[in-house]
């Protein structure tokens, strides 16, 4: 079992759908990260957080330390937001999960 | 002006050649990463300096050997290249360690050796 899960690993949505991405991790963390890899293969950083919740545009993350788990939320969905989200956290090293594949069809 | 940038893009090569990527960050940054993903997008850190000492030294074959001649710079270099190897290779900086700051990625590299 991999330090860092993420489910579901692949999620098709129709425009305008409220998404959810979840993350449970079992390795101490200083932060979750929230990372988003686009087709052309670059990763941004979304997110990285520690406790409570971040807010960016249609983007909120998540997190509760007590029970280890995160969750990424994109409301009113687009198009665009297809691509893969990544969660890692770690101390000196950072563990990834395995990504999500999000669809978004219009 | 990009933050973190990697060359080549692209590097197609035969078994057994010796190949290096190079990477570059203009953030002022004090730690830089090389992080390997495989054919499923899983990535996994391989090595990681700061201020130009090695820090993270993951189950890596020493046919990689990483070097950072300074701390805007850390390249990569692979010895005699197996099947294995291809993969892509992003690089990445932070100010401080990875798992309290925000990463910075380059676009990667992709290697594909045949």
């Known amino acids: 079992k991999n330090e860092v899960e993420q489910s579901p690993q692949n999620l098709t949505a129709q425009e305008g759908e409220f998404i959810t991405i979840n993350c449970s991790y079992s390795?101490?963390?200083?932060?979750l990260h929230w990372l988003q890899q686009h087709p052309g293969g670059g990763i941004v950083s979304l997110f990285m957080?520690?406790?409570g919740k971040k807010k960016h545009g249609r983007l909120i993350a998540t997190i509760n330390i007590q029970e280890k788990h995160s969750s990424l939320h994109i409301t009113a969905s687009h198009p665009r937001d297809s691509a893969v989200y990544i969660c890692?956290?770690?101390?000196?090293?950072?563990?990834f999960g395995a990504g999500t594949i999000l669809r978004v069809k219009s | 002006d990009t933050a973190v940038s990697q060359t080549p893009k692209y590097l197609v090569t035969q078994m057994g050649n010796d190949k290096s990527i190079k990477c570059e960050q203009n953030?002022?940054?004090?730690?830089m990463y090389w992080y390997k993903q495989d054919s499923k997008k899983f990535l996994k850190i391989m090595f990681s300096?700061?201020?130009?000492?090695?820090?993270i030294n993951e189950t890596v074959p020493n046919r990689f050997s990483p070097k950072s001649p300074d701390k805007a710079h850390l390249n990569l270099h692979i010895n005699s290249l197996e099947l294995g190897d291809s993969a892509v290779y992003f690089c990445?900086?932070?100010?401080?360690?990875?798992?309290?700051?925000?990463?910075?990625f380059g676009a990667g590299s992709r290697l594909t050796v045949l």
């Open positions: 990445a900086s932070s100010q401080g360690r990875a798992g309290a700051n925000v990463l910075t």
């Open positions: 390795v101490g963390i200083s932060a």
């Open positions: 957080l520690s406790s």
């Open positions: 890692a956290g770690g101390g000196n090293k950072l563990v």
């Open positions: 953030l002022g940054h004090d730690t």
């Open positions: 300096y700061n201020n130009k000492e090695l820090i």
